[in-house]
T-cell receptor, first 113, second 113 residues
Framework: QQQVKQSPQSLIVQKGGISIINCAYE??????FPWYQQFPGKGPALLIA?????SEKKEGRFTISFNKSAKQFSLHIMDSQPGDSATYFCAARSDNYGQNFVFGPGTRLSVLP | KAGVTQTPRYLIKTRGQQVTLSCSPI?????VSWYQQTPGQGLQFLFEYFSETQRNKGNFPGRFSGRQFSNSRSEMNVSTLELGDSALYLC????????????FGAGTRLSVL
């Protein structure tokens, strides 16, 4: 129940294309869903996050879509750029667990020039 | 403002030894969390400290321990090292924990031979 599933494992997109990464969870106590971006040799960095009381959140080229009934959420990267090439992690947390985030296994995104 | 600093960056130990990793959070941040990152298990939460007290703990054996000092700096210790402890250990700090943004350090790469 504590798992967060993430797909695909890897993704190759042409420059200017849309990158879509999907995540699913089981624990209905989760109420905060961040996405992290990690470059090689660096720690993860928060990209964008959403609470389940909204269905979509957009920040620049990055959009989270959230489907509470299906217990799924996804990250859309519009106009993907080679600089977006990184590993992306979805995560989930419930208020009961402080900073105890459960992470998805990650998606390695490669954006071709 | 300086980011989260982890030392050392790389460490090589042998089975049975113990190791101590250090984390200096961003100035003013009182919550420090530790994560283990491996290719097989991904990012897994170890524990969170806030005001020198362990507030949350993940599902790791008692060989993994930590502490936090009055200046919010934190250390984690792994005793009786096993080969499976080889991983990237990440520290993250936030103002108060909870839903505050976590900022990750670059991690300490531990290799157990």
């Amino acid at each position: 129940q504590q798992q967060v599933k993430q797909s695909p494992q890897s993704l190759i997109v042409q420059k200017g294309g849309i990158s879509i990464i999907n995540c699913a969870y089981e624990n209905t106590a989760f109420d905060y869903f961040p996405w992290y971006q990690q470059f090689p040799g660096k720690g993860p960095a928060l990209l964008i996050a959403i609470r389940p009381d909204v269905s979509e959140k957009k920040e620049g080229r990055f959009t989270i879509s959230f489907n509470k009934s299906a217990k799924q959420f996804s990250l859309h990267i519009m106009d993907s750029q080679p600089g977006d090439s990184a590993t992306y992690f979805c995560a989930a947390r419930s208020d009961n667990y402080g900073q105890n985030f459960v992470f998805g296994p990650g998606t390695r995104l490669s954006v071709l020039p | 403002k300086a980011g989260v600093t982890q030392t050392p960056r790389y460490l090589i130990k042998t089975r049975g030894q113990q190791v101590t990793l250090s984390c200096s959070p961003i100035s003013g941040h009182r919550s420090v969390s530790w994560y283990q990152q491996t290719p097989g298990q991904g990012l897994q939460f170890l524990f969170e400290y806030f005001s020198e007290t362990q507030r949350n703990k993940g599902n790791f054996p008692g060989r993994f321990s930590g502490r936090q000092f009055s200046n919010s700096r934190s250390e984690m210790n792994v005793s009786t090292l096993e080969l499976g402890d080889s991983a990237l250990y990440l520290c993250a700090s936030s103002l108060e924990g909870g839903l505050n943004i976590q900022y990750f350090g670059a991690g300490t790469r531990l290799s157990v031979l």
